[in-house]
T-cell receptor
Framework: AQTIHQWPVAEIKAVGSPLSLGCTIK??????LYWYWQATGGTLQQLFY??????VESVVQLNLSASRPKDDQFILSTEKLLLSHSGFYLC??????????FGKGTRLTVV | GDSVIQMQGQVTLSENDFLFINCTYS??????LFWYVQYSGEGPQLLLQ?????NKGSSRGFEATYDKGTTSFHLQKTSVQEIDSAVYYC????????????FGKGTVLLVSP
C-alpha cells in the first residue's frame, strides 16, 4: 500500500526566516506530486506539481519554491517567510490521471 | 478559466436529516468530478468521484450525479449522522494530464445528535 508522510506536523516561524517542508511517498514509483495551500477557513489552492524527478511546475506565485530531488520526495521552501504564508500545507500524489491522495498536512504559523 | 462554485458556506442539520450540498462547475470538455471530505486537522480524503457525464458516484451513503446539462455535481445523503460533521469540498479535474484539481470553497457540515 502507498503511504504519504509529511514533515513537520506544525511549525511556528518568524517573518523573514527560511522554511523547508518535506513530503515522502512510499509504495509507488514515478507518482505525480503536488503541493497545495489552504488558508485558515479557506479552500485548497494548488501551488506546484511535478511529473518527474527534477521537474517542477509552478501554478501560482506565492514567493515559494519547490523541488523534487528524488522520485519519492517533494520539498517546499522559501528563504524569507511572509505573514501571508501562514496556513495549512498539503502534499499530495496521484498515480496518473486519477484521484489525488493527500497527506496529513503541515500547519504553518508565521509570527 | 476553470471554476467550481459551492454557495453554501455552512449547513447545520440534525441526525437523520436529508443532506444536499450544491456544486456547479465551469470548464471546457469533460472533466472528472470529485467530492472530498476533510476532518478537523487532517488532509482531505476522497469521498467519491465520477469520470463520465450522467453517471452517479456513491460512497458511505453519499451520492452525486454528474449532470453535464446543468454542469452540476450536487452531494446528497438521505440520513446524516453526527460523524458526518466535516468540511466537504467539490472539486474538478480537467484531465489535462497531471490532475490540476480546482476546489470549491467548501461547505462546513454540522450535525447535531
Amino acid at each position: 500500500a502507498q503511504t504519504i508522510h509529511q514533515w513537520p506536523v506544525a511549525e511556528i516561524k518568524a517573518v523573514g526566516s527560511p522554511l523547508s517542508l518535506g513530503c515522502t511517498i512510499k509504495g509507488k514509483s514515478s507518482p505525480n506530486l503536488y503541493w497545495y495551500w489552504q488558508a485558515t477557513g479557506g479552500t485548497l489552492q494548488q501551488l506546484f506539481y511535478s511529473i518527474t524527478v527534477g521537474q517542477v511546475e509552478s501554478v501560482v506565485q506565492l514567493n515559494l519554491s519547490a523541488s523534487r530531488p528524488k522520485d519519492d520526495q517533494f520539498i517546499l521552501s522559501t528563504e524569507k517567510l511572509l505573514l501571508s504564508h501562514s496556513g495549512f500545507y498539503l502534499c499530495a500524489w496521484s498515480p496518473s490521471d486519477t484521484e489525488v491522495f493527500f497527506g496529513k498536512g503541515t500547519r504553518l504559523t508565521v509570527v | 478559466g476553470d471554476s467550481v462554485i459551492q454557495m453554501q458556506g455552512q449547513v447545520t442539520l440534525s441526525e437523520n436529516d436529508f443532506l444536499f450540498i450544491n456544486c456547479t462547475y465551469s470548464t471546457t470538455g469533460y472533466p472528472t468530478l470529485f467530492w472530498y471530505v476533510q476532518y478537523s486537522g487532517e488532509g482531505p480524503q476522497l469521498l467519491l468521484q465520477v469520470t463520465t457525464a450522467n453517471n452517479k458516484g456513491s460512497s458511505r451513503g453519499f451520492e452525486a450525479t454528474y449532470d453535464k446539462g446543468t454542469t452540476s455535481f450536487h452531494l446528497q445523503k438521505t440520513s446524516v449522522q453526527e460523524i458526518d460533521s466535516a468540511v466537504y469540498y467539490c472539486a474538478m479535474s480537467p484531465n489535462s494530464g497531471y490532475n490540476k484539481l480546482t476546489f470549491g470553497k467548501g461547505t462546513v457540515l454540522l450535525v447535531s445528535p
